[in-house]
C-alpha cells in the first residue's frame, strides 16, 4: 500500500516540475526607404528658339526681309505703299536691322522728330545730335513710316504712281525730299533686284505673270569716253545692276566692249 502511494505522489511532482516551453512568433519588420529624386528649376524663363535669327545659312539681310516682309505687305495693303520699297528701305536705313537707330529706338526708317511728342533718341546724321523718333516695337515703326508718307503734302505724287512701278517709287522719293543721297533711288532699286523684293508686291496684288517677261534687253558698245556709271545712267540703271548683268568684278571697261543692259 505505501508503494502505491509513494508511487502516485512521485508521479504528481514529475507532472508539476516539467519544463515549459513558450513559442514565439517574432515577425519581421522589413523597412521599405523609397528615394526621391529632387528636380531643381532653374530660376530662368525658357528661351524661345527663333527659326529665322539662328538660321545662320540666311545673311543679315536675308533674315531682315524673312523678319519683316509680312509687316511690310501689310502696310502695302493698308496705305497702297510698295512692299517693296518699304523693304528696301528698312534695309538701307537701319543697315538691316543692325544700325543703332534701329537697335536701341527700333526706328527702321531714320525718320526724325519734326512735330512728335512720343519718346525720343539723339544721333548724329546731317548735323550732331538730331532728334529721332522711338518705337516701342518695330512694326510700329513701319506704321509711321506709312502715315509719314500718306500724310504729307510732299510725297502726294507717289501716290499718282503705278503701285508695280518700284522704279518710280525709288526716284520719286529722292525727288520729294526724303534722303539727300543722290544715289538713294539706285540703292534702292539695287536691293529690289537682288533681292527679288517685287515679289511681295506681286504676292499682294495676286499677280500670276512672271516678272521676267517685262525685261528688255539692249545691246551697248563701249565707246571713247563711256564709263559705267554714263551708261548706267543712260539706261536708267544702277552701276551695280550693270557690273552684275555683265559679270564685271570691276569698274573698268574699254573700247568697243560689248555690254548686255536688262531693263524694264
Known sequence: MKRIVVIFLLGIVLFSCGSKKTV???KSQKTETEEVKVVKKSSEPEKETDPINSNTSLSATERYIET???IAQKEMTLYNIPAS???AQGILESASGKGRLSVQANNHFGIKCHTWSGAKIYHDDNKK???FRKYNHAKYSYRDHSLFLTTRKRYASLFDLNVRNYKAW?????????ATDRKYPQKLISLIERYKLYKYDDEVLGATVSRKENFKETIHVVAKGDTLYSISRLHDISVEELQQQNNLTSTTISIGQVLKIKTK
Open 170 to 178: 525709288a526716284k520719286g522719293l529722292k525727288a520729294a525730299g526724303y
Open 129 to 131: 545730335g538730331e532728334c
Open 68 to 70: 519683316y516682309k509680312s
Open 85 to 87: 520699297i518699304t523693304l
Open 24 to 26: 514565439v512568433t517574432k
